[in-house]
């Protein structure tokens, strides 16, 4: 009998929502945890929501909810699907992978669980990738080959206006040796091979900082690649469109967009001003 395949991915990973209708994909909620009350990561709390509050209280994030993770394991197999392909965010930033790992080895449904080293759309466009192999029909065996030389193939950049977050998340990874010089320089940021934060470049001011981090994606450029590029934003929307914009220019017909929001739970470690691109050569 051929294996349905579902993906599972997780509310880090920034796939946008409509990817959910047309393939099979299904989102892992992590938790923004306020004084009073914990939400599940686009499900109960939007990302303006947790935006607008941080200068009241700035929350914390967690992993999934266990029923949570079981409930959509129960919903998959509920839709016959026969396999489950996670592919998550890094596990240098999140002990997410490894709390679905470990559910996966008690499992009885098939679960193949990947760590993408990534984050937001750079971890979600190996998702997406996935997503559309398995509706083209891959067997599991090609699949994870795909998925292994996608993991390697995808980069995400971004800038910030602020790296209080960071800090106050304790996520700052190896841009911390970035920190005491002058206020407005600004890092542009990635994720190293093993998926924690590292600094890319020290920029002067926000302009600067949003020309380097369009620089850097075309510097990907080549006549003869295709690319899927996702651009996610913080509450930069006419940034984030701008951007697009002049990516469109260089990249042309040769590129795939996807735009999103980042999830509230990113936005608690990023605040307002994000702007991030993730690019996926094809």
């Known amino acids: 009998m051929k294996e349905k395949i579902a993906i599972l991915t997780d509310s880090g990973s920034d796939v946008p929502a409509s990817m959910m209708q047309t393939h099979p994909i299904?989102?892992?909620?992590?938790?923004?945890?306020?004084?009073g009350r914990s939400y599940r990561d686009g499900v109960d709390i939007d990302s303006k929501t947790v935006l607008e509050n941080l200068k009241n209280e700035v929350p914390t994030t967690s992993l999934p909810f266990g029923e949570d993770l079981e409930h959509l394991i129960s919903t998959i197999k509920a839709?016959?699907?026969?396999?489950?392909?996670?592919?998550?965010?890094?596990?240098?930033?999140?002990?997410?992978?490894n709390m679905?790992?470990?559910?996966?080895?008690e499992s009885d449904i098939q679960m193949d669980i990947f760590d993408t080293k990534n984050i937001g759309i750079g971890s979600g466009l190996t998702a997406i990738r996935a997503a559309q192999w398995v509706k083209e029909g891959f067997s599991f065996e090609e699949l994870k080959t795909k998925i292994e030389e996608s993991i390697k193939n995808?980069?995400?950049?971004?800038?910030?206006?602020?790296?209080?977050?960071?800090i106050k998340g304790g996520r700052i990874g190896k841009v911390s040796g970035f920190l005491g010089t002058a206020l407005e320089l600004k890092p542009l940021i990635t994720c190293d091979d093993h998926g924690i934060y590292t600094t890319v470049a020290k920029v002067r001011g926000r302009t600067k900082s949003i020309k380097a981090l369009q620089s850097k994606i075309e510097s990907f450029y080549s006549t003869d690649q295709s690319?899927?590029?996702?651009i996610a934003h913080a509450n930069a929307l006419g940034e984030a469109e701008a951007l697009k914009e002049e990516l469109q220019k260089r990249f042309k017909d040769q590129a795939t967009y996807f735009f999103s929001e980042i999830s509230p739970a990113l936005g608690v470690h990023t605040g307002p001003g994000l702007l991030g691109v993730g690019i996926s050569i094809l």
Do not use: C, D, M, W
């Open 100 to 105: 679905v790992k470990l559910h996966a080895q």
């Open 79 to 97: 839709q016959g699907f026969t396999r489950i392909v996670g592919i998550i965010l890094s596990s240098g930033l999140s002990g997410t992978f």
């Open 227 to 230: 690319y899927l590029i996702g």
């Open 154 to 166: 995808t980069k995400v950049f971004f800038v910030l206006s602020t790296l209080e977050y960071l």
């Open 26 to 35: 299904f989102i892992l909620p992590l938790q923004v945890n306020y004084k």
